[in-house]
């Protein structure tokens, strides 16, 4: 799982408004924080911080690889740092990552993952394996899988 949300990074996280209506917001910045926590930088997320700070705090953040139509769903608390020890640390952790300028952060956004379970595509329904549905996807969008260097 941690494979996954690693080579990912883009999830999208669902969460609850006041009203009861459903909120999906995709977050480019969807990391691994510990075993037991995923972690995103609130950055153009008014709604989603809104609704877990009006005291929904439970959201769904679903990782999904698009070529492998495979990935997870993760069900849990979630909590909103600002200017503490989590928020400077998280500011952090994503400008090591990928360079985001502490600056551009709102938030972080900590979620205890109390659940979680695969997501496989019903493209696998018929049998066919994991390279062939990569292969089906690649084809589709007209790619090409570049090696990883080890």
Same mark, same amino acid.
């Given at each position: 799982?941690?494979?996954?949300?690693?080579?990912?990074?883009?999830? +999208?996280?669902?969460? =609850?408004?006041?009203?009861?209506?459903? #909120?999906?917001?995709?977050?480019? $910045?969807?990391? =691994?924080?510990?075993?037991? !926590?995923?972690? @995103?930088?609130?950055? !153009?997320?008014?709604?989603?911080?809104? #609704?877990?700070?009006?005291? $929904?705090?439970?959201?769904?953040? /679903? =990782?999904?690889?698009?070529?492998? %139509?495979?990935? +997870? %769903? @993760?069900?849990?608390?979630?909590?909103? !740092?600002?200017?503490?020890? $989590?928020?400077?640390?998280?500011?952090?952790?994503? !400008?090591?990552?990928?360079?985001?300028?502490?600056?551009?952060? /709102?938030? &972080?956004?900590?979620?205890? =993952?109390?659940?979680?379970?695969?997501?496989?595509?019903?493209?696998?329904?018929?049998?066919?394996?994991?390279?062939?549905?990569?292969?089906?996807?690649?084809?589709? +969008?007209?790619? $090409?899988? &570049?090696?990883?260097?080890?």
């Amino acid at each position: 799982m941690q494979r996954v949300v690693g080579e990912q990074r883009l999830g +999208y996280v669902a969460s =609850v408004c006041p009203d009861g209506t459903p #909120n999906l917001s995709p977050k480019g $910045t969807v990391a =691994v924080w510990d075993d037991e !926590h995923l972690v @995103f930088a609130a950055i !153009h997320s008014p709604q989603t911080v809104a #609704n877990i700070e009006a005291g $929904t705090s439970v959201v769904e953040i /679903n =990782v999904v690889d698009p070529i492998r %139509r495979k990935g +997870y %769903r @993760f069900k849990g608390p979630a909590s909103v !740092h600002r200017d503490d020890p $989590t928020y400077e640390a998280g500011t952090r952790f994503f !400008h090591a990552r990928s360079g985001l300028e502490p600056s551009r952060i /709102n938030a &972080v956004v900590l979620v205890r =993952v109390e659940h979680a379970a695969p997501l496989t595509s019903p493209a696998y329904d018929d049998g066919s394996t994991e390279d062939v549905v990569e292969a089906r996807s690649l084809q589709l +969008y007209g790619l $090409t899988r &570049v090696p990883r260097s080890p």
